[in-house]
């Protein structure tokens, strides 16, 4: 066999470089083993050419197609992304290709448990979805002996894989319809060659061409000669790559061709949709013709709204759990609608309701409606949700909240302020401005003891007044995510005793107003089934809108990493300081080590000192708060208390040693350096150094104090043996012994110097005072980039046992 006793990462990535190297294999897109993109992007992002299951071994083709699917159908990773052109499936001998299009209706059966886990053969399912589908496979596979079948293989991704454009275009229905439209607003509109205002003044409007689109194939002809309703009710038909005026009393009036500026940007913009809508829905899109407007600017480019993105992705979550009817079966509610932006694409005008703070706010959703929006004037009104009682609220929406059943069927659909209460700037969605009374609002004055530090947030206020005064209903709103997890909110998870149904979460900074680099969710809460939050998995979006991966979110326990420190508290003979910060990751910028902390940072009580005793265990903490990089979405993740295995690992420890001596902060200017990691001799040093501490740690020349709290505490030992290093480790000494010896061999050096003083000295300050970036000393460049490169191995080779022995969790 080609690739026969190899383990599955390296057989992915030999199949990658083989076979498909002209291609992006690189992207992770869920639980999937192996995808293939291409490297340039259209104008909406690359289209994803094949998704495939690799095994090692030799297994049935059939078997992995059904772990693929399984594995596909649990994540539902062909609802939240495009789905490819072709499934595949590979092992050491074999890969199989299978249009994806011949197989997408499992995808939608009914009654059917994706929650089964996919690589496990003997479920029901697993077979049920076997039997479903071998007769498809051994009609439309194409299988190839990676050996015996070369030429062919290589000739059909030539001619199949790479030339394919996704025949797997996102199905058009009753709830994606007005997104939809929203989106060919902005793209198709501009480039249809008309004069807009003469066809407004023959009641031509946008959504006639629009409609003209989506009754077309594939092959872009009309698709209504069967159907003589739905021709009957078009104004505007495409034909001969353009569009034709069909209302009969126009005809002479607009007799040519209205042709496109742009068929490129037309082409690209409707590969993504099959068209034309699905047959049960054609109907109720013609009937509903009317929700079709244009939005007013102020939704699409107003200060503050939620990204239409996120709001077309969120009602598609509510749709995927309450049923494709649910705007007809449930009532809504935006008690934050500010210009009423998040109710865009809802179509059942009679069951909706929205309210804001400020009248101006209503002003503008009245007008809105004067122009076509899609609600009733007498279900939009200003109301102060955090201060008002609901006496004041329409009869109609009151007749809901005070009947049980109808409290079941109210979705109150928000997306409320961030802010904390105490800031003096609220970010939000929904108004231009608010009170700065909102702070001291009648919700937190009402709920701040049992809430305490969480009643300062509003979007927290929100949700408890709606969760107490309000029972048992859904609750869809979005928020920061850290009421699951941080520790101030430990009350209000105590509380809010809602079962969390979805949740997914995006990058905050593609909220318009909203900065910084941590995840806002959307949230949907079923307050009837009361249960208390431990964990999920989130869905991942990345500022695309492109699903990217899962985020397990749970409630840390009670003690974290910095319980876990002060059990090794030692005030003797100190080396150092290590300012520990916050545990969450967001933190990670505070945590340094010095030789000489602010007072401030003493009387907080929020630094550690250093001695022999517990060097190791404050590298270690150093370490793990360093080597994983802050992003969008773990950063509240919290650090925790680990298990015992790292006691014994010692080569993890001395590991973290060397990571924390070549990538601290250290100034000598503070005190004596107690942190060099080489001695004189090593170094050719002009002069003694005023400390040895470290070589003679290393060395294990120095003895631990009896009576100390010490990492070994546990030993039967005393002995102190010098420390052995992992190659990795070694290489990064290796690195670092060249840069000092170059620094030592400068004049007017600082003998003493640490790593950040041997930078300064190189790379100089500019005039505001700050280390510039980089240096013009082409020797000392080098030198830093290849320990930089050294460290950077050592990170990658802790990394893993950051998790292993859960300091983190994932």
């Given at each position: ?84 052109a072709f499934l595949g499936a590979f092992d050491f001998k074999k890969i199989a290709f299978v249009p994806y299009i011949n197989v997408q209706d499992i995808f939608y059966i009914n009654d059917f448990n994706w929650n089964v886990t996919p690589s496990n053969h003997e479920t029901k399912e697993f077979q049920l979805i076997k039997q479903r589908i071998e007769a498809t496979l051994k009609k439309n596979t194409y299988v190839y002996d990676f050996e015996k079948d070369e030429k062919e293989l290589l000739a059909f991704i030539k001619n199949n894989v790479a030339k394919a454009t996704t025949a797997n275009k996102l199905k058009i229905d009753k709830n994606n319809f007005i997104p939809i439209y929203l989106r060919w607003l902005e793209t198709i509109k501009p480039i249809i060659d008309v004069n807009w205002d003469e066809l407004k003044k023959a009641n031509i409007l946008d959504s006639d061409f629009y409609l003209a689109d989506l009754f077309v194939d594939d092959k872009d002809t009309q698709n209504i000669e069967d159907d003589l309703s739905i021709r009957d009710s078009l104004f505007v038909v495409f034909q001969n790559e353009g569009y034709k005026i069909a209302k009969e009393n126009l005809k002479q009036m607009f007799d040519a061709v209205i042709q496109l500026k742009n068929k490129d940007t037309y082409l690209h913009f409707w590969k993504r949709y099959k068209r034309p809508p699905l047959k049960e829905f054609q109907d109720y899109i013609i009937e509903r013709r009317d929700l079709l407007v244009p939005q007013d ?514």
């Amino acid at each position: 066999m080609k690739y026969n006793k190899i383990r599955e990462e390296e057989l992915k990535n030999k199949v990658g470089a083989d076979w498909f190297r002209q291609f992006d294999t690189t992207e992770i897109i869920g639980n999937i083993d192996f995808t293939v993109f291409p490297y340039q992007d259209n104008l909406f992002g690359r289209t994803p050419l094949l998704w495939a299951e690799a095994k090692t071994g030799n297994f049935d083709v059939a078997t992995m197609f059904v772990q693929l699917i399984l594995t596909i159908g649990k994540a539902r990773t062909f609802d939240k992304t495009i789905p490819p052109a072709f499934l595949g499936a590979f092992d050491f001998k074999k890969i199989a290709f299978v249009p994806y299009i011949n197989v997408q209706d499992i995808f939608y059966i009914n009654d059917f448990n994706w929650n089964v886990t996919p690589s496990n053969h003997e479920t029901k399912e697993f077979q049920l979805i076997k039997q479903r589908i071998e007769a498809t496979l051994k009609k439309n596979t194409y299988v190839y002996d990676f050996e015996k079948d070369e030429k062919e293989l290589l000739a059909f991704i030539k001619n199949n894989v790479a030339k394919a454009t996704t025949a797997n275009k996102l199905k058009i229905d009753k709830n994606n319809f007005i997104p939809i439209y929203l989106r060919w607003l902005e793209t198709i509109k501009p480039i249809i060659d008309v004069n807009w205002d003469e066809l407004k003044k023959a009641n031509i409007l946008d959504s006639d061409f629009y409609l003209a689109d989506l009754f077309v194939d594939d092959k872009d002809t009309q698709n209504i000669e069967d159907d003589l309703s739905i021709r009957d009710s078009l104004f505007v038909v495409f034909q001969n790559e353009g569009y034709k005026i069909a209302k009969e009393n126009l005809k002479q009036m607009f007799d040519a061709v209205i042709q496109l500026k742009n068929k490129d940007t037309y082409l690209h913009f409707w590969k993504r949709y099959k068209r034309p809508p699905l047959k049960e829905f054609q109907d109720y899109i013609i009937e509903r013709r009317d929700l079709l407007v244009p939005q007013d600017i102020r939704e699409r480019k107003g200060a503050f709204f939620t990204p239409r993105i996120w709001v077309e992705l969120s009602q598609k979550y509510l749709t995927d759990y309450l049923g494709e009817n649910w705007q007809d079966d449930y009532y809504i509610w935006d008690c934050a609608a500010g210009t009423g932006n998040l109710l865009a694409g809802l179509t059942n005008k009679y069951n909706i309701y929205a309210s804001t703070l400020d009248q101006a706010d209503v002003n503008v959703m009245h007008e809105r409606i004067d122009h076509g929006a899609n609600l009733l004037k007498n279900n939009v009104f200003q109301f102060d949700f955090l201060n008002d009682d609901f006496a004041k609220l329409p009869q109609p929406l009151q007749d809901i909240i005070n009947d049980e059943e109808k409290r079941k069927k109210l979705v109150v659909y928000i997306n409320p302020p961030y802010a904390e209460a105490t800031s003096t700037k609220t970010i939000s969605n929904n108004t231009s401005s608010h009170k700065e009374n909102v702070g001291s609002s009648k919700t937190k004055l009402k709920y701040e003891k049992v809430l305490n530090q969480a009643s300062k947030e509003l979007y927290v206020q929100f949700l408890y007044r709606i969760y107490i005064e309000i029972p048992c209903c859904i609750i869809a709103n979005f928020s920061k995510v850290k009421t699951l997890q941080g520790n101030h909110y430990k009350e209000f998870r105590n509380l809010f005793l809602a079962n969390l149904e979805k949740l997914f979460i995006v990058p905050a900074d593609t909220f318009d107003n909203v900065k910084g680099k941590f995840p806002i969710g959307f949230f949907i809460w079923n307050s009837n089934e009361k249960k208390l939050f431990e964990d999920i998995y989130a869905d991942v979006y990345n500022k695309d809108g492109y699903y990217v991966d899962s985020k397990y979110l749970f409630v840390p326990e009670v003690r974290n990493i910095k319980d876990w420190l002060r059990k090794y508290s030692d005030k003797n003979n100190t080396v150092g300081w290590l300012v520990r910060g916050s545990a969450d990751m967001q933190n990670n910028n505070v945590v340094f080590i010095t030789l000489k902390p602010s007072e401030s940072v003493i009387k907080a009580s929020n630094a550690s000192q250093i001695s022999a005793n517990n060097l190791i265990v404050n590298c270690i903490f150093y370490t793990v708060r360093k080597v994983i990089e802050q992003t969008w979405i773990n950063d509240r993740d919290q650090y925790l208390y680990p298990n015992e295995n790292w006691q014994t690992d010692t080569e993890f420890q001395n590991d973290c040693l060397a990571f924390t001596l070549f990538s601290n902060n250290i100034q000598s200017e503070y005190g004596t350096n107690h942190w060099i990691p080489f001695t004189e001799q090593e170094v050719n040093a002009q002069a003694k150094f005023a400390s040895n501490f470290m070589t003679d740690f290393i060395k294990g020349k120095i003895k631990k104090e009896s009576g100390s709290n010490t990492l070994f505490e546990q030993s039967t030992t005393t002995e102190n043996k010098p420390l052995v290093f992992s190659e990795e480790a070694i290489s990064v000494f290796d690195a670092g012994r060249e840069l000092w010896k170059y620094y030592h061999s400068q004049p007017n050096v600082n003998v003493d110097a640490s790593l950040y003083d041997i930078r300064e000295y190189f790379q100089g300050r500019n005039d505001k005072g700050r280390m510039n970036s980089k240096s013009d000393d082409a020797i000392y460049t080098k030198l830093i980039a290849e320990l930089r490169n050294k460290l950077a191995v050592l990170a990658d080779k802790i990394k893993p046992k950051v998790y292993e022995y859960e300091f983190l969790k994932e």
